[in-house]
């Protein structure tokens, strides 16, 4: 079964910086696509970046140039640094994890930007 644990969430001024990390078990790891999504209260969920196993990236429009997403197939471990972060970047940000025949999401780590 796979776990997928989000760490690295919090509280930042406008402009600031963070970086999430997403440790994934029990899976293969290296073949998957990775995914950061958020969900802001009253909102849908939406897709923020995403890498492929090869390391081809897609970004949502509002994030374009401030983030970037990474993986490290060693740590099994996939990142998003944020920077000049705005206060409509707060919301729960989700890892997600498709592989064969997975589908999975870790628990959402809350980041919030406000002054």
């Known amino acids: 079964q796979v776990q997928l644990v989000e760490s690295g969430g919090g509280w930042v001024q406008p402009g600031e910086s963070l970086r999430l990390s997403c440790v994934v078990s029990?899976?293969?790891?290296?073949?998957?696509?990775m995914g950061w999504y958020r969900q802001a209260p009253g909102k849908q969920r939406e897709l923020v970046a995403s890498i492929t196993a090869v390391g081809s990236r897609r970004y949502a429009e509002s994030v374009k140039g401030r983030f970037t997403v990474s993986r490290d197939n060693a740590k099994n471990t996939v990142y998003l640094q944020m920077n000049s972060l705005k206060p409509e970047d707060t919301a729960v940000y989700y890892c997600?994890?498709?592989?064969?025949?997975?589908?999975?999401w870790g628990q959402g780590t809350q980041v919030n930007v406000s002054s």
């Open positions: 997600n994890y498709k592989g064969p025949g997975e589908n999975s």
């Open positions: 029990g899976s293969i790891f290296s073949i998957s696509v």
